[in-house]
């Protein structure tokens, strides 16, 4: 195991020093939340970390959440799954990509770029293929992720918006509200921290993000040495990374 110290700079007077290391094993997509970590290599097996090693969880898929509501899934053929007693149940839903980091909501986006949500009680006592059910957003985004307080999408061309006024029951917030820059993902962590990934790779945290200002009022770039990255999930103080060739990076 490598041991790195990159430098994050905050402000431009000041840095502050992130130490950061690189974790056993290659991963597609990596998601964090209360705790838990979850990835998904390029072979769609899935992992989720236990001390200092990811343990084999049965099971094949594209894209893999956990959040408040549970852990969540998607296959490559757009299957959703949810982890139900140690066992992958089938679930209601074609979707592409799936974010569960709300307050006990799960959201997700599906081929044709539409965004679903599930309220509280439906996303909690999904079980089977005929749950849960769903509201649709209006928009289409290619990314969708949620925190405590707002959601966060990316479309096709790399636009960002904000969706505000989210609750536990009224998962689809009120309306979007656009932020400046262009990211190829987005992510919010268990504290409503945003961080995003651009195009070429390069990674970016939101900096003023409140109650009152869920949207924040401006990106920082975050300097990593020249690496380039392909995910982002941040929880409890901690940043998780996958790099573009899968490498995994811890920071904190």
């Known amino acids: 195991m490598r041991l790195s110290i990159f430098l994050l700079l905050l402000f431009p007077a000041c840095s502050w020093a992130l130490i950061c290391k690189q974790l056993s094993g290659r991963m597609k997509q990596i998601d964090a939340s209360n705790g838990q970590v979850y990835a998904v290599d390029f072979r769609g097996n899935v992992f989720t970390r236990r001390g200092e090693f990811w343990a084999r969880i049965p099971g094949n ?30 679930l209601a839903g074609q979707l592409t990509q799936v974010d569960a980091g709300g307050d006990q909501i799960l959201v997700g986006v599906d081929r044709r770029r539409f965004v679903f949500c599930a309220n509280r009680r439906a ?21 969708y992720s949620c925190g405590p307080r707002a959601c966060w999408g ?86 998780w990374l996958v790099e573009r060739n899968g490498n995994v990076i811890q920071c904190q």
């Open 154 to 239: 990316v479309n096709t061309g790399g636009n960002i918006y904000c969706r505000v006024h989210i609750k536990r029951s009224i998962c689809r917030g009120t309306h979007w509200v656009r932020v400046p820059g262009r990211l190829s993902m987005v992510e919010v962590g268990t504290d409503g921290t945003v961080y995003g990934i651009s195009h070429s790779g390069q990674v970016y945290r939101r900096i003023g993000v409140t109650r009152n200002r869920p949207q924040g009022r401006r990106w920082v770039r975050m300097h990593f040495l020249q690496r380039r990255f392909r995910h982002v999930s941040a929880d409890l103080g901690i940043l």
């Open 123 to 143: 996303a909690v006592s999904a079980a089977n293929s005929n749950s849960p059910t769903y509201h649709t957003i209006p928009g289409r985004m290619k990314y």
């Open 61 to 90: 898929l594209h894209h893999v959440t956990v959040g408040a509501s549970g852990v969540w899934g998607v296959g490559r053929d757009g299957v959703l799954y949810r982890l139900v007693s140690g066992f992958w149940a089938i």
